[in-house]
């Protein structure tokens, strides 16, 4: 079946736009998981959401960044102002609930804020 | 911070077996032990998991030592489209973030 998908995979902005990074996790999957790859850096977390509980947003960096997942499905990750230390790539992964989970990952979304 | 500790990178030549270690000496009782890899500008892909027990799957096989201070992953014949960095993760398998370290970048070698 369909696994995660990202978009746009590439964005490039400059100082100071506000940004929106869209996940579609895979169907069914009711955890959605948000991170950041700076260049040549592991993987950060930003911002997890389960179900219909708060999401988890002890990652986010700023107030600028903000998410949020309609329906229990979609997510869209927003980046307000773009500073250039914001560039990375995005990643977005989706798991099903109960033992023996993983979480599968997306493509990503390349951000260049120039 | 991430719980793990692995080398920073590895060789190995192509059809043999890539071992891959990995500690975690402050893993708790109810913590698993996953690995994942992330090929260069792909996103990271799951590879196999464990509690105690060891593991194998059709990707890998995973070696963890009975006090589950430490753990292997072995690639049996490793190829070049192994080439990747491997991710070591503790994680309650309920849930949650992953806490990604550095990780080891394998090249396998022709």
Redesign the interface.
Known sequence: GAG?SQSPSNKVTEKGKDVELRCDPISGHT?L?W?RQSLGQ????LI?F?GNSAP?KS?LPSDRFSAERTGGSVSTLTIQRTQQEDSAVY?C?S?M?G??????????TRLLVL | D?KTTQPPSMDCAEGRAANLPCNHSTISGNEYV?WYRQIHS?????II?GLKNNETNEMASLIITEDRKSSTLILPHATLRDTAVY?CIVNQ?Q?????????TELSVKP
């Open positions: 995660v955890a998981y991170y592991g993987l950060e977390f997890y389960q988890d990652g990643l992964a798991t609930e033992p023996g989970e993983t979480q599968y990952f997306g493509p990503g | 991430a996953y792909q996103g990271p892909q799951y998991h991710y398998n849930g949650g973030k992953l806490i990604f370290g550095q990780g």
